[in-house]
């Protein structure tokens, strides 16, 4: 505005036949220029009106020209064009003279441009072009730059301001069934003082049953020991907030070490020829059954044991894994082989079994893992022994005598053999039968093996008289057993005979 006036008051006075002359220039805004045949100026009001004159501009310009009526007008927009200095040479024609005017249009934005730049950012956009570019290079690092009459500032971009803490991942290695207080201090970076700390909504439900996070430290502790066996390795999200509330994050990642805390475990398998299973409901408490006819050898199998353990750790050695042993204060008919590739045992009986001797053996199995500590696990194993008809029936005695008086009554009862046989129930079930079914002295209760006489005796017919008796035994399957046993009956004579008077 000065310039404007200081003209006004000295142009008149200069006076020059083709004389360089200087306008004052003038400053305009390029973003008030968006289209075409704007006004920029009107000569006009800067010449003496009473005069009549002509201008035209000495120089083509791409982006200005003059009208009839001596207005300097936009010839396209001048948005997005460089702020530079235009010069333009102005030529006025008076009626006696011709002067030519030096115009200085300078382009300036009015307002500076501002950039958020990023920490990596070397190149950022100019909303108007220079040279045909509108991309600068700012690898420099400089905040402000003026490029013509722009000017131009540079912000580091706020994100880049974000805090973030010191590491991400966190990684770190916790023991399973202990427990850990304050076990990582999550921090973030010196140059931002995070306010507090949260387990990140976006973490599983289970983390927040296993962990705990101090807002104020960032320090994390376990609620609960964590299970090497259910989950080996835990993923936390870890949110902080810096004093403006914008959050960042980081993973804390958490591998369990395993230690033996699971005891070792026996699957069994038996003979399916040779073993009956009672229960097998409880698996620490098996109630099996075999019959004494398949265990009348040594080393008969009872059963396969295949061991096993959820605990990695004891399966690194290469020693002996596993160990399997029977606990009893007993001897006992059975011994253990094994392990056989690693963890594979074999139950065996190592005597003939026999029911009528012992018809139960409940004993039990310790398994033994090779961990730290070494864990063990017991299991009370019932053998039945069941009955098969293995034995005969067995008289008390081979030779029964008898004595009876002569003139018996028929139906006398004369003696009651016996036989024990020592198998259970069918097979061990006696009855009694004579072997001559014709015996005409004797019937035999084939129950009781009560022996009654079948007639009366006559001393004088005969004295003596010996038959056979079977027991047997009645098996459901299987053979039957027979014993015989021999009776010898005296008879004694009685004063029955009226003496003869000869
Ligand atoms: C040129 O002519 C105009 C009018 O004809 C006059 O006003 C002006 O002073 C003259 N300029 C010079 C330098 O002679
Ligand atoms: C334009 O002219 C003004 C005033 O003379 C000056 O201050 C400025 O530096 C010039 N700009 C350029 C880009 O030459
Ligand atoms: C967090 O840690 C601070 C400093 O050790 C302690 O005073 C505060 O009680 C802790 N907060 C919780 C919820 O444990
Ligand atoms: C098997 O054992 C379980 C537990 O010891 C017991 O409750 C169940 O009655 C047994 N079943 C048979 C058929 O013996
Ligand atoms: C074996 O059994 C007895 C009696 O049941 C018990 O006192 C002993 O501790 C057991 N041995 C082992 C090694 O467990
Ligand atoms: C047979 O069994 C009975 C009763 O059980 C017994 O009294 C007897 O002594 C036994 N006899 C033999 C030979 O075992
Ligand atoms: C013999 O005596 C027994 C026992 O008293 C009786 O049960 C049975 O019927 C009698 N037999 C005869 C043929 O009388
Ligand atoms: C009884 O059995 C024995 C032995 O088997 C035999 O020697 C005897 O002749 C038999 N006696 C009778 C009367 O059949
Ligand atoms: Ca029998």
Not at 22 to 31: A, M, R, T, Y
Not at 48 to 75: A, G, I, V, W
Not at 256 to 285: G, H, K, M
Request: aromatic share 12%; with cysteine; proline share 4%.
């Amino acid at each position: 505005m000065i310039s404007i006036i200081i003209f006004f008051f000295i142009f008149p006075l200069i006076y020059s036949n083709h004389h360089l002359h200087s306008l004052p220039s003038i400053v305009i805004d390029p973003n008030d220029y968006p289209e075409s045949d704007l006004i920029l100026h009107n000569f006009q009001h800067q010449f003496h009106p009473t005069y009549s004159y002509r201008c035209l501009l000495q120089t083509e310009s791409k982006y200005f020209h003059l009208d009839s009526s001596c207005q300097l007008l936009t010839r396209l927009s001048l948005k997005q064009i460089c702020p530079l200095n235009y010069t333009l040479k102005l030529e006025i024609v008076f009626p006696q003279n011709t002067t030519i005017y030096e115009l200085i249009i300078e382009l300036r934005y009015k307002n500076s441009f501002q950039f958020n730049i990023k920490n990596d950012q070397s190149i950022i956009t100019l909303p108007f072009y220079c040279n045909n570019h509108n991309e600068i290079n700012i690898e420099n690092k400089k905040y402000e730059i003026s490029i013509g009459n722009a000017h131009i500032l540079l912000n580091e971009d706020h994100e880049e301001k974000l805090c973030q803490f010191e590491k991400n991942p966190y990684r770190i290695k916790l023991k399973e069934n202990e427990f850990y207080e304050n076990f990582l201090q999550t921090k973030p970076i010196s140059s931002c003082s995070a306010t507090n700390y949260l387990l990140a909504s976006s973490n599983s439900k289970r983390n927040f049953e296993y962990f705990t996070l101090n807002s104020s430290t960032g320090y994390l502790s376990l609620i609960r020991p964590l299970d090497y066996e259910s989950i080996t390795t835990w993923k936390l999200v870890i949110q902080g907030h810096d004093k403006a509330s914008i959050p960042f994050y980081t993973y804390v990642i958490i591998d369990v070490d395993d230690i033996n805390d699971c005891p070792p475990l026996l699957s069994w398998n038996f003979p399916l020829q040779t073993i009956e299973i009672l229960n097998n409901t409880d698996a620490f408490n098996i109630e099996i059954a075999v019959h004494e006819s398949k265990v009348e050898q040594n080393n008969v199998i009872i059963a396969n044991l295949i061991a096993s353990d959820l605990d990695t750790s004891s399966n690194i050695d290469d020693q002996i894994k596993f160990q399997l042993t029977i606990n009893s204060t007993d001897s006992l008919p059975f011994e253990i082989h094994g392990p056989f590739a690693d963890s594979t045992f074999v139950l065996s009986t190592n005597h003939k079994l026999d029911r009528e001797l012992q018809d139960k053996y409940i004993f039990n199995l310790i398994l033994t893992d090779n961990g730290q500590p070494k864990l063990s696990s017991y299991y009370e194993l019932s053998i039945y022994i069941l009955d098969d008809n293995d034995n005969s029936p067995i008289f008390d005695k081979s030779i029964y005598y008898v004595d009876i008086q002569e003139n018996n009554f028929i139906n006398t009862t004369l003696i009651q053999v016996s036989a024990n046989d020592s198998d259970l129930d069918d097979n061990g079930r006696v009855t009694y039968e004579l072997n001559d079914i014709n015996n005409k002295y004797v019937t035999i209760d084939s129950q009781t093996g009560i022996i009654r006489t079948k007639m009366q005796y006559d001393f004088e017919q005969f004295k003596h008289f010996t038959f056979n008796v079977t027991a047997m035994d009645h098996p459901k399957k299987g053979q039957q057993f027979k014993t015989t046993a021999t009776v010898s009956v005296h008879i004694i004579n009685q004063n029955d005979n009226i003496p003869k008077v000869s």
